[in-house]
């Protein structure tokens, strides 16, 4: 099989590690294959919509998340590095308010399952970096939502010293205990 998956302390959220065939020529992997990507991880998933975006250093994006039509999403970096994080919004899971992040990079190719149910959002820790996923459903604009970066009750800790550059949807989102109130 060319896929390893690792767990992570969240049993839900894995990581996905393709083989990568390379020479001096430059380097080769299947960046997904859904028969070995259902066989690695048990999953049946269908994707329906792929994204792409650019960000520059100390971006970072989310914690978003979609109320109606939650989305899984296979993240992975095609350039540059990020630290990306998932958080358990599902209120019967008993990893509910917890978050795993998972450095993803062009060069270690990494790939971050994160399931419907979570919210998601990472930080360029590179000059910049281009990442893409693949979502489980469409992105709606009036079910999204976000969650504050710098939540006390969830304490991620993001890989930076100062504040990060946020849109200004994500620098105004509400805290975790207030969010998941209103998440169903």
């Known amino acids: 099989m060319s896929l390893r998956i690792l767990r992570t302390d969240i049993p839900d959220v894995l990581i996905l590690e393709p083989k990568v065939f390379g020479d001096d020529r430059g380097f080769f992997f299947e960046s997904f294959n859904i028969k070995q990507f259902e066989e690695a ?24 998340y979609q109320i109606r039509h939650p989305q899984g999403k296979l993240v992975r970096v095609v350039a540059g590095s990020v630290f990306d994080v998932a958080v358990d919004l599902r209120k019967s899971s008993p990893t509910f308010g917890k978050w795993v992040g998972a450095t993803l990079s062009a060069q270690n190719k990494r790939q971050l399952w994160v399931p419907a ?5 990472f930080l360029v820790t590179s000059d910049s970096a281009e990442f893409l996923y693949k979502t489980t459903d469409y992105w709606h604009a009036e079910d999204e939502r976000s969650i504050a970066w710098d939540d006390a009750d969830l304490n991620i800790t993001w890989p930076i010293s100062g ?14 205990r207030k969010a998941t109130d209103l998440y169903s």
């Open 117 to 121: 149910g979570f919210a998601h959002g």
């Open 41 to 64: 991880t048990g999953l049946t998933e269908t994707f329906v919509q792929d994204n792409h975006s650019r960000s520059s250093h100390n971006v970072l994006r989310g914690l978003h």
């Open 163 to 176: 504040r990060p550059i946020l849109s200004t949807k994500d620098s105004q989102s509400p805290t975790f």
